[in-house]
């Protein structure tokens, strides 16, 4: 590691571990059977009541479960884009997808060692799209910041 405070050491500490943590929830859910697997997914959109009902009405169960496998993987690549950040000091949006796509391959491979589940191009073609889309929104949000606090320091002048 460079250099780096102690402060600086903890953030980029527990940047990686929000990582681990995502990874490790996203394993555990690839972990289920597919009709425990059902059941979650079925109790989720029961949970998330009339809001999620109504698009489940329109994509269905496989489309919502879909969404779901999107936003697991966009979250993990916001995670990892913060985490590289953190550590290195630069944008790294193609790395960071990179390890989102990569990690939805194992998972896919993972299940197919789980009853019922199994391999699917598809699955990991949602999730490296929700994983572009999360790096996406980092990316844009960092430029955003860039610029205000440019343009904020050029006001102060």
Same mark, same amino acid.
């Given at each position: 590691? %460079?250099? &780096?405070?102690?402060?600086?050491?903890?953030?980029?500490?527990?940047?990686?571990?929000?990582?681990?943590?995502?990874?490790?929830?996203?394993?555990?859910?690839?972990?289920?059977?597919?009709?425990?697997?059902?059941?979650?997914?079925?109790?989720?959109?029961?949970?998330?009541?009339?809001?999620?009902?109504?698009?489940?009405?329109?994509?269905?169960?496989?489309?919502?479960?879909?969404?779901?496998?999107?936003? !697991?993987?966009?979250?993990?690549?916001?995670?990892? &884009?913060?985490?590289?950040?953190?550590?290195?000091?630069?944008? %790294?949006?193609?790395?960071?997808?990179?390890?989102?796509?990569?990690?939805?391959?194992?998972?896919?491979?993972?299940?197919?060692?789980?009853?019922?589940?199994?391999?699917?191009?598809?699955?990991?073609?949602?999730?490296?799209?929700?994983?572009?889309?999360?790096?996406?929104?980092?990316?844009?949000? &960092?430029?955003?910041?860039?610029?205000?606090?440019? %343009?904020?320091?050029?006001? !102060?002048?």
């Amino acid at each position: 590691m %460079k250099n &780096y405070s102690t402060k600086r050491k903890i953030l980029i500490s527990i940047s990686w571990l929000l990582v681990a943590a995502c990874m490790g929830v996203i394993f555990y859910l690839s972990h289920q059977p597919s009709e425990k697997s059902a059941q979650q997914s079925l109790a989720v959109i029961g949970f998330l009541g009339k809001l999620v009902e109504g698009l489940v009405n329109v994509i269905g169960h496989e489309g919502f479960r879909s969404v779901a496998h999107g936003l !697991e993987f966009c979250g993990l690549a916001v995670l990892l &884009y913060n985490a590289l950040l953190q550590a290195t000091g630069k944008q %790294k949006p193609i790395l960071s997808w990179a390890l989102a796509a990569v990690y939805a391959v194992s998972d896919e491979i993972h299940q197919i060692f789980i009853p019922g589940r199994a391999f699917q191009l598809q699955d990991i073609a949602v999730d490296a799209s929700g994983a572009a889309v999360g790096v996406a929104a980092c990316v844009a949000l &960092y430029v955003t910041i860039r610029k205000l606090r440019g %343009k904020s320091i050029e006001k !102060e002048r």
